[in-house]
């Protein structure tokens, strides 16, 4: 498959507060997506997640996040607002933020444009929903989604 | 006499899978009292019970993100046990080559990424090499640490070619491996194999592995410092030095128990062999007191809760016996850690590369810890020294595949039984011990690496390893203890399968 369009979820499915992504993978895989969009279950690859940017020309995570809505929600992020808050040091748990972080530093090539799905607060099925089919919107059309 | 100052710290130790933190006792400078409390509690074990037999391949590499081949051979070496099907060779091997995958990739991140990030500490500003530290090891920038990121990117593509995806494969079933490859997929995985080697030996050896094993003794690995330039500047030679500078040699000695519950099954008919010729592991089982070895049996671990928040059971239980029941009510006084307390023969004993060393009689670790002891210095550079008893069985192995011959051998459903699965992660001894009673999982107990090397203190009160690894230590600046760092660090600590979630913002306290 010549695909260079990519959806990463990401998380872990056994910890309520991180298990975000695979709940959109699961909601993702289930249904139709167009042959040119690849769909990774990232889990908790951490920096091995530099292997699925090779070759790709845009990449959406979908990740649980933390402090940018009080009440839950939705929301999109550039790989920038992202990454600002990692962790100094690379950990066992280094997580989606420090990945964007070094990845600059670390990716041979073009680096693909980037943007994370996160969702805040507890995964319910309508978060799930709208996370599933705004990372399909962006895969697709990339910025032009968020107009 | 002055009464020494006391105080108490607490240490959150970020850096680590899962959440540790450590509390420790100062008289004066020096750490008289140790505890490593583990803050999560896991309960997996729980979650598998009255699960068909083969869930444990699903859900157990899915414990952890580093781990997730360790904890697949250890479930499905178990099920071989029980359904007592033969592995075919073939299957052996990529599921030893799996392991060694994981182990390579994971010592030289732990040790660029993790370990050395404290070299760069604003405590050794003032230390002669400190410079070049930071060019090596500044976080996102570092030479070093880029270069790591790089080179350790595709090695674990050889089990994604063999097992389909990594993290959390589940291909290794009872009786072999589910996949079939072919010789185009072998020499994908050669080519990946000899790339990593060639790195390794020019960037973190700077000579050939060849030169590297004929280091024998501390004498030895002073004249190899010495040798050439290439040897001098290397990441290892450069670790040596700082190390070296900053006292870690001094520092985190520990009960100076080891224990090693084998790896890497030795195929028939292979030409790889282990250091030690009667075992028919790459990696021995044993037990060492000091440098003195004993032959390993399961039957003596006992996993002791006294101190751990669990229900009493009176001096411990082995694995096949032992229980996952949360219980904190009435005791915090006593109890502090979501850890159990694991003891080999009544003993704490330290596991990881360091432990493989010893019990192997690796010449070179044998001599600095009989002649030096143990310390955060010898620990970390069994670490970075593994990849080159691990690369030449890879290389080996690679080339003993072949594709014509079976990966499988057909594996009845399982039958009612209970058996164990015995390996190393890349942080030591991980056993898997399994019961299957009516076509279901009637009891699953998981003893992983940090619940040896992090464990609480025991029945008899005795300090788990990094704890006594931590007492006398002298910490300079108790608003910055970069030295309970590189003690508990030299382990590589990895709690998010030692603890049977809380997940909470660490801002407001301590960060070493």
């Known amino acids: ?147 | 006499m002055n009464n020494p100052k006391t105080k108490i710290i607490n240490a959150p130790l970020n850096r680590v899978e899962g959440d540790l933190e450590i509390r420790v006792r100062l008289e004066d400078d020096r750490v008289s009292e140790a505890w490593s409390v583990g803050v999560m509690f896991r309960g997996i074990e729980n979650m598998l019970k009255n699960r068909g037999p083969l869930d444990g391949l699903v859900i157990t590499p899915r414990i952890c993100g580093i781990c997730s081949t360790a904890h697949l051979t250890a479930a499905a070496k178990a099920l071989d046990a029980i359904s007592g099907t033969k592995v075919p060779t073939n299957a052996v091997i990529v599921r030893n080559l799996a392991l060694m995958a994981e182990h390579v990739q994971s010592d030289m991140r732990h040790g660029f990424l993790m370990y050395t990030a404290d070299f760069v500490n604003p405590a050794y500003s003032g230390q002669p090499l400190y410079d070049e530290a930071v060019k090596r090891y500044e976080p996102f920038k570092g030479r070093t640490v880029i270069d790591v990121i790089k080179h350790t990117k595709e090695i674990l593509d050889t089990i994604v070619i063999f097992g389909g995806q990594w993290p959390h494969s589940s291909y290794m079933v009872p009786g072999g491996i589910a996949s079939n490859p072919k010789m185009n997929d072998i020499m994908q995985c050669k080519y990946l194999i000899d790339k990593f080697a060639a790195w390794y030996e020019k960037r973190i050896l700077g000579c050939s592995l060849e030169r590297w094993l004929n280091v024998q003794s501390g004498a030895d690995l002073d004249a190899w410092l010495d040798e050439s330039e290439s040897h001098f500047n290397s990441e290892l030679g450069f670790y040596i030095r700082y190390a070296r500078d900053i006292g870690l040699d001094k520092i985190g000695q520990g009960h100076t128990n080891f224990i090693s519950f084998g790896q890497l099954d030795l195929p028939e008919n292979s030409n790889v062999k282990g250091r030690n010729q009667n075992s028919n592991l790459l990696i021995p089982a044993g037990f060492a007191r000091n440098i003195e070895i004993e032959p390993f049996d399961q039957k003596k671990i006992f996993e002791h809760v006294a101190f751990s928040w669990y229900a009493d059971d009176k001096g411990g239980k082995h694995p096949f016996s032992g229980e996952t029941k949360p219980y904190a009510t009435g005791e915090e006084s006593k109890k502090y850690s979501w850890t159990k307390a694991p003891r080999y023969d009544g003993a704490p004993a330290e596991t990881g590369p360091l432990a493989e060393m010893i019990i192997s009689q690796h010449p070179l670790f044998t001599d600095i810890v009989n002649t030096m002891g143990s310390s955060a210095f010898v620990r970390e550079l069994a670490r970075l020294t593994r990849p080159a008893e691990l690369i030449p069985a890879m290389k080996q192995w690679i080339m003993e595949l072949d594709p014509q011959e079976k990966f499988y051998t057909h594996s009845s459903n399982i039958i009612d039984g209970e058996g164990f699965g015995l390996t190393h992660a890349s942080r030591g001894a991980l056993g898997h011990w399994v019961s299957i009673s009516n076509k279901k999982i009637n009891h699953y107990q998981i003893i992983t690496p940090t619940a040896w090397n992090g464990s609480p203190r025991d029945a008899d009160s005795i300090r788990g390893p990094w704890e006594e690894a931590l007492i006398h230590t002298t910490v300079k600046d108790s608003e910055n203890p970069v030295e309970i760092g590189h003690v508990v660090r030299s382990f590589d600590p990895c709690l998010v399968c030692a603890v049977h979630a809380i997940q909470g913002k660490k801002e407001n306290v301590w960060k070493i």
């Open chain 1, 1 to 147: 498959m010549d695909t260079t369009k990519k959806i990463i979820c990401v998380g872990n499915r056994y910890q309520p507060g991180d298990s975000a992504g695979p709940l959109v993978y699961e909601q993702l895989v289930n249904n139709a997506i167009t042959r040119d969009i690849e769909l990774i279950d990232g889990g908790l690859a951490g920096l091995n997640l530099l292997r699925f940017m090779h070759g790709a020309d845009r990449v959406v995570f979908i990740d649980a996040v933390n402090g940018f809505r009080p009440f839950g929600g939705v929301i999109v992020l550039d790989a920038e607002d992202a990454s600002r808050h990692a962790d100094t040091v690379f950990g066992h748990s280094a997580g989606l933020s420090y990945f964007l972080r070094v990845l600059p530093e670390v990716h041979d090539g073009k680096l693909p444009e980037i943007f994370v799905v996160g969702i805040e607060g507890a995964p319910d099925s309508d978060k799930i929903l709208k996370a599933a089919e705004v990372s399909l919107k962006i895969a697709a059309l990339g910025e032009e989604a968020l107009n």
